[in-house]
């Protein structure tokens, strides 16, 4: 080879190294986004989970008292 078709092998593989660099930074970005969306995401379950508490505590309350009126109701009978 000569110097000036060396010169031409390390311009494209500089030009190969910046397309990949440029990818690279690119797949950094979207993993940075996809981390902030599942940290919202984690969130937003947190949210629903605590909501399904509240809601398992209330029909366990409204449960309860079905049964106690059962039975209040069936010793006066």
């Known amino acids: 080879m000569t110097m000036a078709e060396d ?3 390390l311009k494209d593989d ?4 910046k397309d990949l ?3 690279t930074n690119h ?8 981390q902030h ?3 919202v995401f984690s969130a937003a ?10 809601m398992r505590a209330r029909v366990d309350t409204t449960h309860s ?3 106690s009126r059962d ?4 010793c006066v009978s």
């Open 65 to 67: 008292i079905i049964t």
């Open 7 to 9: 010169l031409d092998q």
């Open 14 to 17: 500089v030009r190969e190294l």
């Open 45 to 54: 379950m947190g949210a629903v989970n605590i909501a399904l508490d509240e």
């Open 27 to 34: 797949i950094s970005h979207v993993v940075l986004a996809c």
């Open 71 to 74: 039975r209040v109701e069936a």
């Open 37 to 39: 969306d599942m940290k």
């Open 21 to 23: 660099l440029g990818e």
